[in-house]
């Protein structure tokens, strides 16, 4: 297996990504966020391990990897505020649940179809929670979070191979992104109201940039979908919360 | 209970409900359909390749027997969303959805009149709420104003996919879509508990296609569609006070697993086979 997503550890900082999706800040996403501060690495696709359905599968665990960790730190993170109970409590708590089974059932798949050793290893992250004072900045990161994974499955379906017998399972995966997506969006709109964004991509949303979303379906934005983003784009994203791949 | 709601009640049986469809005469469309679409479904079938999966609907490939599989459907949905927009709305049923021109199927091509972020345009609520309260109720038409618009642009958005390949082009149903007689449209509430169901046979119907498709091109707009049906399912279901999802409920068309076991129902989507999908939508909401 390729060890190309298996950096040394590093002491990766993240705070000022965070910071920014915690804000809130417009038109700062945890990509453009990242691609900026990032500390060390940018992972791109061709780090992810295997070939074909291996490798896109791969990749999908590898987010859900990361997924699942930050729900289960998020969780502690909640409780840590004093919060064991409400909507974002047990919303947090229970797409944790599906977070973890999301990883399970890949890094099973994979085992399964290609050997062991052949899923990439579990990973140790760094969100900069600790930066995190407070409910609504772990609901916005986790808002950030899950919003990217519809866009990541989304881009990650021309990796497959042609009619992969894993392309619907992939599937049936990534629209319950955007149902936690949804829900996390309804959750924020109750909790702290005069902000409220959308539950689903709008007709005519002329904000969606194609070329900024590194979209392979065209005119998205003004279709009423969701959006793609390619795997280098996400992992880009995301590689500021990558501490190390593996034991 | 009528049809309809039986459609999206849980533990409906799906062969009771079909038989019980084509006892009250309401089957003939699907039967037209699954027959290869003569007749009131106005299918143009140059080129079908007969998939005997996609009964009746037209394409030259599998690709476009999908993609006007899954315009068949939008184009519904859509209008359903329309009639029950113009409902809550206190518009006639028949009227366009603003910035429509001459025809409820036309495409929607004043695209000012689109209700930008949290907005519902002209349209104001004149309806029950059906015992929502405040706030929940003004996400309920926002967001059915929202989705309507959705649903339109997703139809458009199809017809000009298969425009642009050249391809034989399923057109609406001749004599149009209603709710089954008896069917709750009486309150805010009450819409939106009959369009959830309505959605969640979407996202099964999208799922149930993707292994037909041989064109991961294809796969991604059809899926980039399909999540914003489960992120609609998911918010309507929130605010009636339903699970969001997913959850296996759609005995109606038969829901099936991507994989034996979920460790939890709501790990993975489940699915419908294109066949059962048109044939139910048919029976339920084709006017023969």
Known sequence: ???????????????RAVALAVAGVVGASLFTASRAYAQSKTYTFNDIPGSGDIKALNYA???????????????????????????LFDYTSEFTTVEVDHAAFLRGAITSAGGSGAAIPVGTYAFGLDKITDARGVLEFLLQVEATGVRAYLGAIPFFTTKSAYLQTAAAIQATEA????????????????????????????????????????????????????????????????????? | MNEMTEFLRDGMNRRAFLARMSAAGLGVG??????????????????NINDANFPGVPGRSINEVVLNFALTLEIAEA???????????????????????????????????????????????????????????????????????????????????????????VTNN????????????????????????????????????????????IA????????????????????????????????AVGDKQVTTTYPHENTFEYFADPNVVLSTVASAFFVK
Do not use: W
């Not at chain 1, 997503?5 to 990766?12: G, H, M, Q, S």
């Open chain 1, 1 to 15: 297996m390729s060890d190309t997503l298996i950096p040394a550890a590093t002491d990766r900082k993240p705070s």
């Open chain 2, 30 to 47: 699907a039967m037209a359909l699954l027959a290869g679409c003569s007749g009131d479904d106005n299918n143009n079938n140059n080129g």
């Open chain 2, 220 to 251: 991604q707009a059809a899926a980039a569609i399909y999540s914003t049906e489960a992120r609609h399912s998911a918010s309507v279901a929130y605010l009636i006070g339903l699970d969001a999802g997913p959850r296996k409920n759609r005995t």
């Open chain 1, 179 to 247: 149902r936690h997506t949804s829900v996390l969006t309804i959750v924020r709109n109750i909790l702290y109201p005069g902000t409220n964004v959308d539950v689903a991509p709008l007709s005519g949303d002329t904000t969606i940039n194609d070329a900024a979303y590194n979209t392979a379906v065209p005119n998205q934005g003004n279709k009423g979908i969701d959006v793609t983003l390619s795997p280098d784009v996400v992992l880009a994203g995301v590689s500021p919360f990558i501490v190390k791949i593996g034991p």
């Open chain 2, 79 to 169: 209008d359903l969303y329309r009639q029950a927009l113009n409902l809550a709305a206190g518009r006639p049923i028949t009227a366009l959805l603003d910035g429509q021109q001459n025809t409820i199927y036309d495409p929607i091509t004043v695209t000012s009149a689109i209700p930008g972020p949290q907005s519902t345009g002209a349209y104001r609520a004149n309806i029950s709420t059906g015992g929502l309260s405040a706030g929940p109720a003004a996400a309920a038409f926002l967001y059915l104003v929202q989705f309507a618009y959705v649903e339109a642009t997703h139809r458009d958005y199809l017809k000009g996919v298969l425009g642009a390949m050249g391809a034989p082009t």
């Open chain 2, 174 to 217: 001749a004599k149009g879509y209603a709710y089954p007689t008896g069917t709750d449209l009486s309150s805010l509430k009450a819409i939106l508990t009959t369009l959830q169901g309505i959605e969640e046979t979407g996202v099964r119907a999208y799922l149930g296609a993707v292994p037909f498709i041989n064109d991961n091109g």
């Open chain 1, 61 to 87: 665990l590898a987010l859900e990897d990361l997924e699942s960790a930050l729900y289960l730190q998020c969780l502690d993170k909640l409780k840590a505020l004093g919060i064991s109970s409400g909507i």
